[in-house]
T-cell receptor, first 115, second 115 residues
Framework: NAGVTQTPKFQVLKTGQSMTLQCAQDMNHNSMYWYRQDPGMGLRLIYY???????DKGEVPNGYNVSRLNKREFSLRLESAAPSQTSVYFCASSELAGGRTDTQYFGPGTRLTVL | AQSVTQLGSHVSVSEGALVLLRCNYSSSVPPYLFWYVQYPNQGLQLLLK??????LVKGINGFEAEFKKSETSFHLTKPSAHMSDAAEYFC?????????????FGKGTKLSVKP
């Protein structure tokens, strides 16, 4: 089992360029998430998908779009990158238990720099 | 709404000393509580979780945490620090009634271990 995989691992963009971050999980989880991590800010939720076919905004959705392609894959798109989007991006997946999120399993992260 | 507060963004201990990382939560309903560890340039890994069974939870690498409802706390401890414990630690809460699918993370505590 690979768990949660993310591509690419590193990326450098120029302001205004676009790119898509890919995420896949092989644990048959219904829920998937995208976070960004910045120094001193902890993890902030960008978007999540509670199940295939649904997506919802998190705490910091501006400047991002997502696609839940199927149960395994959840992609994050930056349409016009800005320096403020320089960050480390993590994808995660989980199931619900007792009506609430159970353990989230994280990918290794994508380190994005926008010049 | 749920929230998590981690007291101390940096904690430094000597090798062999007690590790105590503090986490207080706010939740209007019984929560699930988690501790994650993040080693440099890696994703987050689950250390342990509380899901309303035993209040003293044992995790990996000798860590444990105690759920104290009266104090709304879930502090992480390890009797004897090892150099390999140097990492960043995140406390998180998940509760029914919040935005479905969300874990709310604290801002993290970076643990340094001195030889």
């Amino acid at each position: 089992n690979a768990g949660v995989t993310q591509t690419p691992k590193f990326q450098v963009l120029k302001t205004g360029q676009s790119m898509t971050l890919q995420c896949a999980q092989d644990m048959n989880h219904n829920s998937m998430y995208w976070y960004r991590q910045d120094p001193g800010m902890g993890l902030r939720l960008i978007y999540y998908s509670a199940s295939e076919g649904t997506t919802d905004k998190g705490e910091v959705p501006n400047g991002y779009n997502v696609s839940r392609l199927n149960k395994r894959e959840f992609s994050l798109r930056l349409e016009s990158a800005a320096p403020s989007q320089t960050s480390v991006y993590f994808c995660a997946s989980s199931e619900l238990a007792g009506g609430r999120t159970d353990t989230q399993y994280f990918g290794p992260g994508t380190r994005l720099t926008v010049l | 709404a749920q929230s998590v507060t981690q007291l101390g963004s940096h904690v430094s201990v000597s090798e062999g000393a007690l590790v105590l990382l503090r986490c207080n939560y706010s939740s209007s309903v019984p929560p699930y509580l988690f501790w994650y560890v993040q080693y440099p340039n890696q994703g987050l890994q689950l250390l342990l979780k509380y899901t309303s069974a035993a209040t003293l939870v044992k995790g990996i690498n000798g860590f444990e945490a105690e759920f104290k409802k009266s104090e709304t706390s879930f502090h992480l401890t390890k009797p004897s620090a090892h150099m390999s414990d140097a990492a960043e630690y995140f406390c998180a809460v998940s509760a029914r009634g919040g935005s479905q699918g969300n874990l709310i993370f604290g801002k993290g505590t970076k643990l340094s271990v001195k030889p």
